[in-house]
């Protein structure tokens, strides 16, 4: 029985090429610290993490590598950005698909008399971005919104919700968990503020490294999650305000940055566009296939305009768990089952409490592969 890999929207498997040999590379020839060491390797891993940084940039047409900073993953990020902005009384506006990297976060400040308001979105996961004007209210400080439903696919229009954040004089923050590395992003196109990343999805690279990039704007506003060790200012106690050190307290994942400075060259080698179309073109395949099955409801899209490679299945005669299960068991296919951490979007799309199976493609996978998932679907129903 073969092994196939569907659950990208969670993490991509495989990697970019190099990424595990350059991780072990660095923990079995450099292996130490940055911004703590006068010694040559020190300065090698210090020129890649800022290297690293460079990247980032690149990626997102953003120009100031010193507020390119890196976490753990985008949840962290996230956390970050909410609880440094957000204070007594403030209000921000979300839509109906978020993720619980930003729910969870934005439930726990209620108790700091922080509110929110969701701009709900239609069953397609389409959100109209002029909606989120009758939710502005004079205390809104923030838009916190997704660039991508993790559950259906679906792209949400930021472009023009950056504009009406311009115009109203508020600060715009984006989860790009599902988008970056799929789709090109332009900072200043989208009038962002701060965009959280993740290196463990499209942009395939290792777990346990991510990072946002952030605006003199916003940083002038915001306070600190976590405080310590910099190597820097080591004569104070006090967290430095300068970037990145006032965000990136402690020991760094650097054999995590080594495994993204090799998967984001790897990715811009390939282009952005190029990875997009070739995952699309597998995923149109898949929904031609799967739209004329009966007894299944595809949800979201129908077609390839506007979403990214994912697609959720709900599955009307059989549990989803138990239609997961056996495309595992018996068919060595990996997917994603439940509610994928968006209650949220699936109350928006219909499909709660039950969630849906999800598979998303990787421009590593090949029509054999979607064929072989569409006939393994078919047997199970």
Known sequence: MRNLYLDNGATSFPKAPGVGERMADYLINVGCNINRGAYA??????????????????????????????????????????????????????????????MRPLNALESRKVEFSKVPCNEMGELNADDVVKYIKPNTRAVIMTHASNVCGTLLDLEKVGRICQEQGLFFIIDSAQTAGFLDMDYKTLNADAIGFTGHKSLLGPQGIGGFIVNDRLIKQMTTLIEGGTGSLSEIEIQPEYMPDKFEAGTMNIPGIYGLNTALRYVMAQTVKSIR???????????????????????????????????????????????????????????RCGLHCAPSAHKTLGTFPDGTVRFSFSHFNTVEDVDYAVDSILKCI
Do not use: W, Y
């Not at 549990?319 to 495309?327: K, Q, T, Y």
């Open 41 to 102: 390797t020190s300065f090698e891993a210090e020129n890649i993490v800022f290297e690293t940084r460079e990247l980032i940039c690149e990626l997102f047409n953003f120009d100031q590598p010193e507020n390119v900073v890196f976490t753990k993953n985008i949840t962290e990020s996230m956390n970050i950005l909410i609880k440094g902005i957000l204070k007594e009384g403030d209000h921000v506006i979300v839509s109906s698909m978020e993720h619980n990297a930003v």
């Open 277 to 335: 179309e070739e995952e699309l073109f597998l995923l149109d395949r898949f929904l031609e296939k799967v739209n004329n099955m009966v007894d299944i409801r595809l949800v979201g899209k129908k077609g390839i305009d506007g979403r990214t490679a994912l697609v959720s299945i709900d599955f009307f005669k059989h549990d989803n768990g138990e239609i997961a299960h056996r495309l595992c068991k018996d068919f060595g296919i990996m997917t």
